[in-house]
């Protein structure tokens, strides 16, 4: 985006009085809202809360009913039954956390892969691009409802997991829930807003959620061979999730790794504004 | 009063020069059309003049306002396909482009109210746009240009893409418009500039070829035609092709071209073309079926301009 140039000479336009714009600030309000909105009319604000609670629920009911469904198939002799240990609520709700690894990484990438890309090929993006409305209030405005949406469904699955599993195996504390909700859904915006930048950068949207979700995959599994050396890295956050549960404690390498998940927020959405100013369009 | 002035503006593409040193400029309350033929460079220029595209060289520069909101809130762009979004109804769409043009709620909600009215989309306003008809999406388009009220409206191809009832009623739109504000149009038909524009750039091949008020452009660029029209008769016709051989030693003939059943002389001289063509007409005791003396018409010039590059 350019602006124009100063006109020099006054043999040119009396100046009519500009009407007064709103503020930047109301305008970045008005495409945060018109995101809500968006993902309320195409039910995205219904199924994707559901989905992550149908996820979340899921796994303390199946680890609840497990025995019985053993029994049930009668392939196990009894004594061998009896022997499967109950496993402890903490243990329970990480496990659930492994559920989403995949499953929740997946309908996030999903989710967002239309919202900047889906914009670039209808050429809506450009046109609001021409309005009093800079490339940073698009994206981040974009990255904002990305962020409630997905924090609202993780939050949602989350809580109905954790509540299943008070439920059926006991209590977790609220600390320990607290603390491991906002690393894993660290970890989920960390793909949302890669999907946010790939989008910006590639022509479609799948290959943007693609994208994404091969960075997580290969992010994810090269800190895991090197969790010396990548401690910090946004791949490591489910580990410390998980950690912070099973009684270990991540401690400073889980706050490196959020702080420096955040730094790779930041920068994804500066690329993404860079990448939408220079190409607003497909074409 | 000049509201907008292009200096010198190129456009590269990779190795595509899409835009060569083009100069023009806009006067403030003129209705402008941008003629030329598909890929004469029209969306290029106009992306650059609405800001998305930035010039590889030369210079955009817009009068009155100098910072880069108080500009994009100055003009209203459509875009050749217009950009909508499909899951809102026509009066939603409409507010949300006046409110990121930076109106209040309530002044674009009575400007969307207003426009949905004028541009005939009453009654489907409550409807999702992603169900409108291809002339109620320009429609749309259009309302969404002007909601903020802008000085300046750039529309690519208004019309281009539409059936002919449509066409008709963006044209009609578009001539109470230019009473309001300074429009600048493209299209690749000359029809719809001379219809509705007071000054034209005929660009072709990324440059411009003849611009000016089109009354200007008329009389500056028509010549004297002389049409010819026998009764197509073999001793007719083997004439005229002698006739026509022999035009280099007739220096009034600035161009002669052979039709069906005569020929199209753009000539210098009338008198000296009429003496002479009737004099010979006369000796070889050809018959006549029409002999007109007219001028140039604005198609010629276009044609002539588009392949001339
Ligand atoms: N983004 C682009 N990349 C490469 N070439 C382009 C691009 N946009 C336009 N062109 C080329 O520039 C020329 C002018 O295109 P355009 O401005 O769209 O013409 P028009 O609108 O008059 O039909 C064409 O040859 C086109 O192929
Ligand atoms: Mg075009």
Redesign the pocket.
């Known amino acids: 985006m350019t602006g124009p140039d100063k006109m020099a000479g006054s043999a040119l336009a009396a100046d009519r009085p500009a009407s007064k714009l709103t503020s930047p600030l109301v305008r970045w309000w008005v495409l945060y809202r018109k995101e809500m909105l968006e993902s309320l009319r195409s039910f995205k604000l219904l199924w994707m809360p559901l989905v992550f609670i149908l996820i979340g629920a899921m796994q303390p009911v199946m680890l609840h009913m497990l025995p019985d469904l053993l029994a049930s198939a009668g392939s196990l002799p009894e004594s061998v039954l009896h022997e499967i240990p109950r496993p402890q609520a903490f243990e329970v709700l990480a496990q659930t956390l492994g559920q989403y690894d995949t499953m929740g990484a997946l309908i996030t990438a999903l989710a967002f892969m239309a919202v900047v890309s889906g914009e670039r090929a209808s050429g809506t993006a450009a046109l609001m691009l021409t309005k009093p409305i800079s490339a940073a209030a698009f994206i981040t405005s974009k990255w904002a409802g990305l962020l409630t949406i997905t924090m609202l469904s993780f939050s949602a699955g989350y809580a109905a997991a954790w509540y299943y599993t008070y439920v059926l195996f006991g209590a977790v504390g609220a600390g320990k829930f607290l603390g491991s909700l906002l690393l894993y859904g660290l970890w989920l915006v960390f793909i949302g807003t890669c999907t946010l930048l790939f989008g910006s950068l590639l022509k479609s949207g799948a290959a943007a959620a693609f994208a994404a979700l091969g960075t997580a995959a290969v992010l994810s599994i090269v800190s895991s061979l090197y969790t010396e050396q990548l401690a910090w890295s946004p791949g490591r956050l489910p580990s410390y999730a998980s950690a912070l549960l099973t009684g270990g404690d991540p401690g400073s390498a889980a706050a490196g790794a959020a702080a420096f998940t955040v730094v790779c927020l930041i920068a994804a959405c500066a690329g993404a504004v860079a990448a939408l100013r220079t190409k607003p369009s497909v074409? | 009063m000049e509201l907008m002035r292009v200096e010198n503006v190129t456009k590269t593409?990779?190795t595509?020069q899409?835009v060569k040193d083009i100069s023009f400029s806009i006067g403030e309350g003129r209705c402008v059309a941008l003629l030329?033929p598909?890929?004469?460079?029209?969306?290029?220029?106009i992306r650059m003049l609405t800001g998305l595209l930035k010039p590889t060289s030369g210079q955009i520069r817009f009068a009155g306002a100098n910072e880069a909101d108080a500009f994009r809130a100055s003009i209203g762009y459509l875009p050749q396909t217009p950009p909508l979004y499909g899951w809102m109804n026509g009066l939603e769409f409409l507010v949300h482009c006046g409110r990121a043009s930076g109106m209040t709620a309530k002044a674009a909600t009575t400007a969307a109210k207003e426009l949905l009215v004028r541009v005939g989309l009453e009654q489907a306003g409550k409807r999702r746009v992603g169900g409108y008809s291809g002339g109620m999406k320009q429609r749309l388009g259009l309302a969404q240009a002007l909601i903020h009220k802008p000085r300046l409206i750039v529309l690519d191809e208004p019309v281009s893409a539409l059936d002919p009832v449509g066409r008709r009623e963006v044209l009609e739109l578009l001539r109470e418009l230019k009473r309001e504000t300074t429009v600048l149009f493209?299209t690749h038909v000359l029809p719809d500039a001379e219809e509705l524009c007071d000054d034209v750039i005929i660009v072709a091949a990324?440059k411009v070829a003849v611009q000016g008020a089109l009354p200007d452009i008329r009389r500056e660029h028509q010549q004297p035609v002389l049409e010819l029209q026998t009764d197509g008769s073999a001793l007719a016709m083997s004439w005229v092709d002698r006739w026509l051989a022999a035009q280099a030693g007739k220096s009034y003939v600035v161009e002669g071209t052979r039709t069906a059943d005569g020929f199209r002389l753009v000539v210098s001289d009338v008198p000296a073309a009429q003496r002479d063509l009737l004099q010979a007409l006369a000796e070889a005791d050809i018959a006549v079926r029409r002999m007109e003396f007219g001028h140039t018409s604005l198609e010629d010039l276009f044609m002539k301009a588009v392949a001339s590059q």
């Open positions: 074409d | 593409f990779g595509t899409a030329g598909n890929g004469a460079g029209k969306t290029t220029t493209s990324g």
